[in-house]
């Protein structure tokens, strides 16, 4: 596992808190479609991603999800480290949206890494700040951009984290994700493919430009 890590954090890590994540860290393989974290349950663990794309959503009373963000190789969750930090319950919904790998640290090791380590400090700092913007983006999206340009950013946005631009879910999985109707999604992806934006096949969707 140490490989792992260093592949992806050496650098930003010291050397002795490298040793302290391969020694504490539980490597875990999870496949596409895993929820990690569900709401209302308390967190034991961290992620740290060594591969692949984990979303994060909002759910509300009803069941209904929105989608808040994406997390990559070298992220983690400032909602988790939240939660983990004040032992509160979690407000998310964490789901693979890729096959991932990632190290889950043991949340006795966020307060005692934070005082003793400026690298760990640096990065949850650096985390919380990043997932305050893209959450902020979010939420100006849903108060100020028409669905279609919220579809678009949605599309831009899926292809950047996994580096495809085939896109594999239906319109109902992207309906949930941006919280409207399946047939708003394929109203819009139908005027978007004869605008020469995407091609809708059987099973995905190509995204040619956006």
Known sequence: MIQEIKNNYKGLFEDELLEEINQVGTFKEVPEGFE???PGSYIKSMPLIISGVIKILRED???????LYFLEKGDTCA????CCLGLHKSEIKAIAETNAK????PIEKMEEWT????????FVFDSYHKRLIEAIETIDSIA???????LLKYLKDKTKVTQDTIINNTHQEIAYDLHTSRVVISRLLKKLEQNGNVK???????????
């Open 36 to 38: 990690l974290i569900k």
């Open 61 to 67: 009373n009803d069941g209904d999800e929105l989608l």
């Open 79 to 82: 909602m988790t480290l939240s």
């Open 102 to 105: 990632l190290i889950m640290v």
């Open 115 to 122: 005082t003793k380590y400026k690298s760990w400090r640096n």
């Open 144 to 150: 100020f951009l028409k669905m279609d340009d919220r």
């Open 200 to 210: 809708l096949n059987r099973n995905n969707i190509e995204v040619l430009h956006i």
